[in-house]
């Protein structure tokens, strides 16, 4: 669906009326959605979990090892609908300074690509050069470049699943 974007409607969807509270919380559910998603390859992977455990144990202060699985798995999908939010500020100020170009499904396209874009990135960096090496130590030393290369992996889902589903949720809406 292709759009002329109203004056009073930056940034999505052309004459839908979607408040911005409203949008930020269709991409908190969007990011709930995308960790979701990325717990499948997650689940295929080695080291597939490690990044939730490792995570987990930075916010308990304990050892990766001492993390159960659920609190693991709470942890990441709690995280995905931060990011998810964190995506629809990112929209909401990529949108205030970039053109807007066509509007696809219910988000204009370049404020949206560039915030999917930036958002899976800070998701992937944050945890490959922030998280691992605080909280990871002995994972770190032992196996940064295989959980690093298996992140990268599963933060590309979720900025997928983050591309699809914003502009899906917010033409409905």
């Given at each position: 669906?292709?759009?002329?974007?109203?004056?009073?409607?930056?940034?999505?969807?052309?004459?839908?009326?979607?408040?911005?509270?409203?949008?930020?919380?269709?991409?908190?559910?969007?990011?709930?959605?995308?960790?979701?998603?990325?717990?499948?390859?997650?689940?295929?992977?080695?080291?597939?979990?490690?990044?939730?455990?490792?995570?987990?144990?930075?916010?308990?202060?304990?050892?990766?090892?001492?993390?159960?699985?659920?609190?693991?798995?709470?942890?990441?999908?709690?995280?995905?609908?931060?990011?998810?939010?964190?995506?629809?500020?990112?929209?909401?100020?990529?949108?205030?300074?970039?053109?807007?170009?066509?509007?696809?499904?219910?988000?204009?396209?370049?404020?949206?690509?560039?915030?999917?874009?930036?958002?899976?990135?800070?998701?992937?960096?944050?945890?490959?050069?922030?998280?691992?090496?605080?909280a990871g130590r002995r994972?770190?030393?032992?196996?940064?470049?295989?959980?690093?290369?298996?992140?990268?992996?599963?933060?590309?889902?979720?900025?997928?699943?983050?591309?699809?589903?914003?502009?899906?949720?917010?033409?409905?809406?």
């Amino acid at each position: 669906m292709l759009v002329a974007v109203a004056p009073g409607q930056v940034g999505f969807g052309g004459g839908t009326g979607v408040g911005v509270g409203r949008f930020v919380l269709v991409c908190v559910a969007c990011g709930l959605l995308g960790a979701a998603v990325m717990d499948l390859p997650m689940m295929k992977q080695e080291d597939g979990f490690t990044p939730a455990y490792v995570a987990a144990a930075l916010l308990r202060r304990t050892s990766p090892g001492e993390v159960p699985f659920r609190e693991a798995v709470v942890v990441h999908h709690a995280t995905g609908a931060i990011a998810g939010g964190l995506y629809g500020l990112a929209f909401l100020l990529f949108a205030a300074v970039l053109p807007a170009g066509a509007v696809v499904g219910g988000v204009e396209a370049v404020p949206h690509v560039a915030a999917a874009a930036g958002i899976a990135a800070f998701v992937y960096g944050f945890f490959a050069h922030v998280v691992l090496p605080r909280a990871g130590r002995r994972i770190y030393e032992e196996r940064a470049t295989a959980v690093r290369g298996q992140w990268l992996r599963s933060a590309v889902v979720f900025g997928v699943v983050i591309g699809v589903a914003v502009p899906a949720l917010t033409s409905v809406l």
